[in-house]
């Protein structure tokens, strides 16, 4: 009699669906499935680490090519004039 009976994961069953109810039980079993996945990349990453770099294949560095920015001097800065509000 030392584990559970089929009984008694009815009951728990049962109670879990009452004090949560139908909708949020996917919902919650969803998030955990995704914890635990997250979890166990982050297990399998930390124990990576340990190994030496020429074992795991590194990822290319990428960098970002940005647009070349022309400095605005004075002179080439457009003028635009001010204006006074309209009060009527």
């Not at 919902?27 to 190994?51: C, H, P, W, Y």
């Not at 090519?65 to 022309?70: E, F, K, N, W």
């Amino acid at each position: 009699m030392g584990g559970l009976q089929p009984t008694h994961w009815i009951i728990v069953a049962v109670v879990l669906v009452i004090l949560f109810g139908s909708k949020k039980l996917p919902d919650a079993a969803r998030g955990l499935g995704r914890s635990l996945r997250i979890f166990k990349s982050e297990v399998k990453e930390m124990q990576n680490d340990g190994t030496p770099a020429a074992a795991a294949p590194a990822a290319p560095a990428v960098t970002p090519q940005l647009p070349a920015v022309t400095p605005v001097t004075a002179e080439a800065a457009p003028v635009t004039p001010q204006t006074e509000p309209r009060t009527s």
